[in-house]
């Protein structure tokens, strides 16, 4: 075995598989985020659309994105592997364990976590990512006033195979900007229409805070960094950003469009 | 006496490492709260004994926390309820009239047990041989101070050094992880310049020693550090980490 195939199946350098993919998701998380705020403007979709044509037709971005998927299986696998080493480590239980009184539930419950955020990814691309990518969607067309942007006007255009997933024309004579898009803001629309499918997306959303608030601040820990000059702040990001911004952030989307929407 | 308690003790009995074990139920009575948890045991061994049954076996050696025998599950927790002690100086004033008290063994497969709540802890003394140490010839006494080490890291390393070997980090840990143990037996070297020739050969075989004896990883819950009768920091496990990436992913030796 090479010397850095031995280093990745030691205990210590599986850890570190799970610290290095668990951060880049994280990073992941924060961009996706800040894209799908857009959700919030009142445009009928039309930077939302134009914003995930962005996202799935951008070479840098489809690499990362392949780096994202890869990261996500890595993550699960290599926690799946350690928790089979984990259970053989200890093949009688305890009667009685009071781990209460000695750790963080949150630090317990990370397989039980993560399993609700495997479920969830996993029902959210089928949802989302699945249905932009294979499905025969509908597209928007939006006639934006070239005067005022903000006022639009849409209209529903049926699906066609030959047409591009987004286009954008000027028409100067009749004042306007024509942008088709594949209308991926009417799914997510559609899909948080359904009360269970919202409550289901905020139960995902309180997991991602309670894995992150450990998660986070734990890689830091598996990869060696706690100098106590920012351990202070690595644990106020934790908390804070992963553990309530962005969770709260994320869920709110759902709600509000079950709400207003 | 007044003020005598009477407890109700599930102990775990077993044979030895091939056998099945099974709780067995003892009652203490006119137990003094100023007795330690191992003296209470001992009364409860003498009046199995005089009945003529096999006592209680369980390790202890100093009775005064600095050996690291002793060891015992106690209601779920490694040295029982108390934080920063081991279980010879856990006094039964912890506990109250009547109370029920599951005693265990530690629970690891690399801590097979050796007889009901004694079990073998020669892992660690393995992990220990594969890289614990410095090399230095024999001679002279160097003199004093000759090689200046600040007082910030002599603590520091002093603080790490302070591990006993009991292994309740492992014991409490979910994972059954000893990296606690095998990072303050690290870092106590790491830290001071006696112990930087071999400071990534060391770390790398420690390691090494530490999974082939089939301990768990670690998940950074804090358990080990909550439970140590020494209070050693899981900051010990960063520095370690820290210094097997060095040693495997950057450095240029082996």
Redesign the interface.
Known sequence: MSNFAKTFSSSLGKKLVMALTGIFLCTFLIVHLVGNLQLFKDDAGQAFNAYAYFMTHFTPIKVVSYLLYASIIVHALYALMITAGNKKARPVAYAMQAGNQNSAWTSRNMGILGTILLIFIVVHMGDFWWKYHNAELPYAKYEISLDNPNDIQVSEVPYDANRLVHSEVVDIQAGKKIVISKDLYKVVQNAFQTWWYVALYVIAMAALAFHLIHGFKSAFQTIGWNNNRYLPLVRFISVWIFGLLVPIAFAAMPVYFFLFK | MSGNMNLTL?V?RQKNAESQGK?VTYKAEQVSPDMSFLEMLDVVNEGLIKKGEDPIHFDHDCREGICGACSL?I???PHG?KHGITTCQLHMRSFNDNEIV?I?PW????FPVIRDLAVDRTSFDRIQAAGGFISVNTGGVPDANSIPIPKVVADEAFNSATCIGCGACVA?C????AMLFVSAKVSQMALLPQGQPERYRRVQAM??Q??AE??????????CE??CPKEIS??N?????????NA??IKNEE
């Open positions: 599930k775990w709780f599950h209601n779920g927790r309820p599951v265990e629970r690891a497969s690399a409490a979910k994972n059954a992880s390691v090494a530490m999974d089939g301990f768990g990883s670690c998940t950074n819950t804090g358990a909550a439970e899981i900051t496990i960063a520095r370690m980490n820290r210094d097997y990436f495997t992913l």
